[in-house]
C-alpha cells in the first residue's frame, strides 16, 4: 500500500507551539517511534469519543444565522482523538438522501452534501487554545492533506470547536459531548480498541485464492471503548476539482472513491464475529440502519475482517478478506 505523502505522524505541544515528531505510519513495517510522555498528557485530555450534541452560526454582530439543514433534523455525527495523536470524524444530515446504488450526478452531489468524514492526526497549542486536524484522507478531495484548525474549550464532558470564521464574517460552533465507555468491556474489546490503518482488501474464491480488491486504497477503521466504530477508505490518486463548481463527471469520480460509515458495534466473542451498526453511511454498499458481520482474526499486530462469504454471478463461493495494522493503544 502506497503511504500518503502527507503521513507524516504524530504531533506534540513545544513551548506553546504544535509540532510535528517522527512518529510515522511505516510503510517498511518498522515501528513508529513512541510519543512523549508530555504529548500523550496534553492528548489525553481529547482523547475518547465525542458525539455532536450542537452547532450555532453567528455572523459578524453576533446574530445568530439560520443553519440550513436544523430544519431537517440537523446532523449526527462523532469525532474520536486518540493519545497517540490520531483522529477522525463522521458527520450525517438526520435527513440522509434515499440509497441509490448507481446515483445520478445529481444524486450524488446531493449525498456528498450531506455528509462530512475525515481522518489523520492532531496537535494541540494549548497556549493559543488551538487544535489542528492534519487530515490523511477526506471525503472531498480538496480537504485531504490539509490542515484543520480548530478553536478549542473544554468544560466538563464538553468540547465546543469553532473552525475559522466565513469569508462573510459567519462564525460556526460544533458542541460535542464525551461518550462513555462501556461498562463491561470484554477480552475483545480490548484488543479491538484503537486506530488500526488499512493494509490490504482482498476476495477469496472457492479455490482458496485470493484477488487484490482496490490496490492502493487507503484508510481507517477506529474501535472505541465506548462501542463505537469509524470506517474511512479512500481510493488513490484522487483529483480536485478544476472550477469551483464540479462537473458531473467529477462529481461521480468523488462520489465512487470513498467509503465512510459510523454507528454502534457489537461483540459475538462465541461465534468470532463482530457486528457493526450503521447510524449513517456513504457508498458503503448499503444505507443506515443495516448491520454489517465481520468475522475476527488478530496476529501480533494485525486485525483481519472477513465477511461471511457470497456467491458471485456463477454461484461460486467468495468471501471478501481486509487486513488492519495497529497504529495506536488505548
Same mark, same amino acid.
Given at each position: 500500500?502506497?503511504?500518503?505523502?502527507?503521513?507524516?505522524?504524530?504531533?506534540?505541544?513545544?513551548?506553546?507551539?504544535?509540532?510535528?515528531?517522527?512518529?510515522?505510519?511505516?510503510?517498511? /513495517?518498522?515501528?513508529?517511534?513512541?510519543?512523549?510522555?508530555?504529548?500523550?498528557?496534553? @492528548?489525553?485530555?481529547?482523547? /475518547?469519543?465525542?458525539k455532536?450534541?450542537?452547532?450555532?452560526?453567528?455572523? $459578524?454582530?453576533?446574530?445568530?444565522?439560520p443553519?440550513?439543514?436544523?430544519?431537517?433534523?440537523?446532523?449526527?455525527?462523532?469525532?474520536?482523538?486518540?493519545p497517540?495523536?490520531?483522529?477522525?470524524?463522521?458527520?450525517?444530515?438526520?435527513?440522509?438522501?434515499?440509497?441509490?446504488?448507481?446515483?445520478?450526478?445529481?444524486?450524488?452531489?446531493t449525498?456528498? $452534501?450531506?455528509?462530512?468524514?475525515?481522518?489523520?492526526?492532531?496537535?494541540?497549542n494549548?497556549?493559543?487554545?488551538v487544535?489542528?486536524?492534519?487530515?490523511? /484522507?477526506?471525503?472531498?478531495?480538496?480537504?485531504? /492533506?490539509?490542515?484543520?484548525?480548530?478553536?478549542?474549550?473544554?468544560?466538563?464532558?464538553?468540547?465546543?470547536?469553532?473552525?475559522?470564521?466565513?469569508?462573510?464574517g459567519?462564525?460556526?460552533?460544533?458542541?460535542?459531548?464525551?461518550?462513555p465507555?462501556?461498562?463491561?468491556?470484554?477480552?475483545?474489546?480490548?484488543?479491538?480498541?484503537?486506530?488500526?490503518?488499512?493494509?490490504?482488501?482482498?476476495?477469496?474464491?472457492?479455490?482458496?485464492?485470493?484477488?487484490?480488491?482496490?490496490?492502493?486504497?487507503?484508510?481507517?477503521?477506529?474501535?472505541t471503548?465506548?462501542?463505537?466504530v469509524?470506517v474511512?477508505?479512500?481510493?488513490?490518486?484522487?483529483?480536485?476539482?478544476?472550477?469551483?463548481?464540479?462537473?458531473?463527471?467529477?462529481?461521480?469520480?468523488?462520489?465512487?472513491?470513498?467509503?465512510s460509515?459510523?454507528?454502534?458495534?457489537?461483540? @459475538?466473542?462465541?461465534?468470532?464475529?463482530?457486528?457493526?451498526?450503521?447510524?449513517?453511511?456513504?457508498?458503503?454498499?448499503?444505507?443506515?440502519?443495516?448491520?454489517?458481520?465481520?468475522?475476527?482474526?488478530f496476529?501480533?499486530?494485525?486485525?483481519?475482517l472477513?465477511?461471511?462469504?457470497t456467491?458471485?454471478?456463477?454461484?461460486?463461493?467468495?468471501?471478501?478478506?481486509i487486513?488492519?495494522?495497529?497504529?495506536?493503544?488505548?
Amino acid at each position: 500500500m502506497r503511504t500518503l505523502a502527507v503521513w507524516t505522524g504524530l504531533c506534540a505541544v513545544a513551548f506553546g507551539t504544535a509540532v510535528n515528531f517522527a512518529a510515522q505510519a511505516r510503510a517498511d /513495517g518498522q515501528a513508529a517511534a513512541p510519543v512523549p510522555a508530555s504529548v500523550r498528557a496534553v @492528548n489525553e485530555r481529547f482523547a /475518547g469519543v465525542w458525539k455532536l450534541v450542537g452547532e450555532e452560526s453567528r455572523d $459578524a454582530r453576533g446574530q445568530v444565522v439560520p443553519i440550513p439543514y436544523a430544519a431537517l433534523g440537523g446532523r449526527i455525527g462523532y469525532i474520536t482523538y486518540d493519545p497517540a495523536g490520531y483522529m477522525g470524524v463522521v458527520l450525517a444530515w438526520v435527513a440522509q438522501p434515499p440509497y441509490a446504488a448507481r446515483p445520478t450526478p445529481e444524486e450524488a452531489q446531493t449525498a456528498l $452534501a450531506r455528509y462530512n468524514s475525515y481522518w489523520g492526526s492532531f496537535a494541540v497549542n494549548e497556549a493559543a487554545g488551538v487544535v489542528t486536524h492534519q487530515t490523511f /484522507g477526506a471525503l472531498m478531495p480538496s480537504f485531504a /492533506g490539509t490542515n484543520q484548525e480548530r478553536r478549542f474549550t473544554i468544560t466538563g464532558n464538553r468540547l465546543s470547536l469553532r473552525p475559522p470564521a466565513a469569508a462573510n464574517g459567519d462564525q460556526r460552533t460544533l458542541t460535542w459531548e464525551r461518550v462513555p465507555d462501556l461498562p463491561n468491556l470484554t477480552p475483545t474489546h480490548r484488543k479491538l480498541i484503537g486506530f488500526w490503518k488499512l493494509v490490504s482488501m482482498g476476495r477469496r474464491n472457492a479455490k482458496g485464492e485470493t484477488q487484490p480488491v482496490n490496490p492502493g486504497q487507503t484508510g481507517f477503521i477506529v474501535y472505541t471503548a465506548s462501542g463505537r466504530v469509524m470506517v474511512h477508505l479512500m481510493q488513490p490518486y484522487r483529483r480536485r476539482n478544476v472550477g469551483s463548481t464540479p462537473t458531473p463527471d467529477e462529481t461521480m469520480a468523488t462520489y465512487r472513491s470513498y467509503t465512510s460509515y459510523f454507528g454502534p458495534y457489537t461483540v @459475538n466473542e462465541p461465534g468470532q464475529f463482530l457486528t457493526h451498526h450503521l447510524d449513517a453511511a456513504f457508498n458503503a454498499t448499503a444505507p443506515a440502519g443495516s448491520d454489517f458481520q465481520r468475522f475476527y482474526e488478530f496476529s501480533a499486530n494485525r486485525l483481519t475482517l472477513k465477511t461471511p462469504p457470497t456467491k458471485d454471478a456463477n454461484g461460486n463461493e467468495t468471501q471478501l478478506t481486509i487486513t488492519w495494522e495497529r497504529l495506536s493503544t488505548p
